[in-house]
T-cell receptor
Framework: DAGITQSPRHKVTETGTPVTLRCHQT?????MYWYRQDPGHGLRLIHY???????DKGEVSDGYSVSRSKTEDFLLTLESATSSQTSVYFC???????????FGPGTRLTVL | KQEVTQIPAALSVPEGENLVLNCSFTDSAIYNLQWFRQDPGKGLTSLLLIQSSQREQTSGRLNASLDKSSGRSTLYIAASQPGDSATYLCAVRPSNDYKLSFGAGTTVTVRA
């Protein structure tokens, strides 16, 4: 398995509070992604990164920001959490000769 | 925009039967195609990766084919087992991008 960890794995927070999710990789892959997965919507891309300090928006980026100060770490921040951001969040990486994509174990976030 | 479709959305078969899962995509200009497995409450596990220049890939009981010209891929699972019960997702990476387009998945139940 690719070396991807996500923290925390579970979090319950209240509406209006800031939340930061962390993704850490040990594969030295260039590309990193944040997705959310919700019933009936499948996997949706929030933000992605194509290098240190290089990030761009995905299809559902409103209310989220990201940062990548090191190759191995990609942070997702919810500046002011809302109940609509209750979801399972997956980090993913890709790179190498084949471009194969790997996923982390996910973070289950509940916003009350 | 690449559209990826997986039909059927759900499939139930008796143990021992061969599984055939279908994936279709609208734009044949792809870099690679990847099949994933997702168990309930878990992350995505990469099963097979087919590069655009390849016609098929095999791993154990799994075989995936790719026909770019017709925009189709098929995942075959031989002699299904109850442990094969999961959701299987197909994802396509365009040749000019590094973001995957996902199908909605096929949920497979193998009855003992």
């Amino acid at each position: 398995d690719a070396g991807i960890t996500q923290s925390p794995r579970h979090k319950v927070t209240e509406t209006g509070t800031p939340v930061t999710l962390r993704c850490h990789q040990t594969e030295n892959h260039r590309y990193m992604y944040w997705y959310r997965q919700d019933p009936g919507h499948g996997l949706r891309l929030i933000h992605y990164s194509y290098g240190v300090k290089d990030t761009d928006k995905g299809e559902v980026s409103d209310g989220y920001s990201v940062s990548r100060s090191k190759t191995e770490d990609f942070l997702l921040t919810l500046e002011s959490a809302t109940s609509s951001q209750t979801s399972v969040y997956f980090c993913s990486i890709s790179g190498g000769a084949t471009g194969e994509q790997f996923f982390g174990p996910g973070t289950r976030l509940t916003v009350l | 925009k690449q559209e990826v479709t997986q039909i059927p959305a759900a499939l139930s078969v008796p143990e021992g039967e061969n599984l055939v899962l279908n994936c279709s995509f609208t734009d044949s200009a792809i870099y690679n195609l990847q099949w994933f497995r997702q168990d309930p409450g878990k992350g995505l596990t990469s099963l097979l990766l087919i590069q655009s220049s390849q016609r098929e890939q095999t791993s154990g009981r799994l075989n995936a084919s790719l026909d770019k010209s017709s925009g189709r891929s098929t995942l075959y699972i031989a002699a299904s087992q109850p442990g094969d019960s999961a959701t299987y997702l197909c994802a396509v990476r365009p040749s000019n991008d590094y973001k995957l387009s996902f199908g909605a998945g096929t949920t497979v139940t193998v009855r003992a």
